[in-house]
């Protein structure tokens, strides 16, 4: 069974910076797509950063690009994401995902339901 473990999050304030980790166990990290999504109170969880299994190909939601950049280690079986110039808007829970399927075609990066596992999320809140 594939584990996620988040972290990194907090409270911060408007332009400010934060870096989110997802430890995965228990899978083979390095054959898995990465994906972080968010979800604010109140609202449906959105498609924020995916990853391909090399780490050579990245996706990103159109509100973050330029401001959030993803990335991983598969010696280390963790990815990331590096939040800059942060925005209240962006205050939310962020999740993790990976899956083990062997399709994986590139609109599954930003679709939620395509995932398979989920870390138990992290609280970003950026104040004005």
């Known amino acids: 069974q594939v584990q996620l473990v988040e972290s990194g999050g907090g409270l911060v304030q408007a332009w400010g910076s934060l870096r989110l980790s997802c430890a995965t166990s228990?899978?083979?990290?390095?054959?898995?797509?990465m994906g972080w999504f968010r979800q604010a109170p109140g609202k449906e969880r959105e498609f924020v950063a995916a990853?391909?299994?090399?780490?050579?190909?990245?996706y990103y939601a159109d509100s973050v690009k330029g401001r959030f950049t993803i990335s991983r280690d598969n010696a280390k079986n963790t990815a990331y994401l590096q939040l800059n110039s942060l925005k209240p808007e962006d205050t939310a829970v962020y999740y993790c995902?990976?899956?083990?399927?062997?399709?994986?075609?590139?609109?599954?990066?930003?679709?939620?339901?395509?995932?398979?596992?989920w870390g138990q999320g992290t609280q970003v809140t950026v104040s004005s």
């Open positions: 228990g899978g083979t990290f390095s054959s898995y797509p």
């Open positions: 995902a990976t899956s083990s399927r062997a399709y994986w075609p590139t609109s599954y990066y930003y679709t939620a339901r395509r995932y398979d596992y």
């Open positions: 990853i391909s299994w090399s780490g050579g190909s990245t």
